[in-house]
């Protein structure tokens, strides 16, 4: 699991690429809230949105969710511990004022690109939407 990249994954770049070149600008790998342990991918500060660029693995997509077969209870209990993790932090987030974004690897970055940029600005604007 170290090797695992954190980040600057090759779904993160191609999504970070397509928001610059619709002129947002961003934070990456950053807590948007100081005082909690809440990394996301991306953060707009000002908009108060959180983006995570969820693994399909790591996160149990619905589509690609594979389950390893040796020492399968304990990864079963792992990946479960992930999914109520980011409930939890999507909990504290949202009770902050924050709209938390997941986007699966496997969705088209130029597609989502578009959903956080629309997401963005309606939140800039005061309008408060959701996912």
Not at 71 to 85: D, P
Not at 121 to 127: E, I, T, Y
Request: charged share 30%; net charge positive; glycine share 4%.
């Amino acid at each position: 699991m170290s090797r695992q990249r954190r980040r600057d994954t090759q779904p993160e770049l191609a999504l970070r690429r397509h928001l610059h070149a619709l002129g947002l600008r961003y934070r990456v790998e950053a807590r948007p809230l100081p005082s909690v342990r809440i990394t996301a991918d991306i953060v707009f500060g000002p908009a108060k949105v959180a983006v995570f660029v969820d693994g399909c693995f790591w996160h149990v997509c619905p589509m690609h969710a594979t389950f390893p077969r040796a020492n399968r209870s304990w990864w079963n209990e792992k990946l479960e511990r992930n999914i109520e993790r980011d409930r939890r932090n999507d909990r504290t987030l949202i009770n902050a004022g924050w709209l938390p974004v997941h986007v699966w690897e496997h969705e088209d970055p130029e597609e989502v690109a578009y959903r956080i940029a629309t997401l963005v600005k309606m939140r800039r604007d005061g309008v408060r939407g959701s996912t």
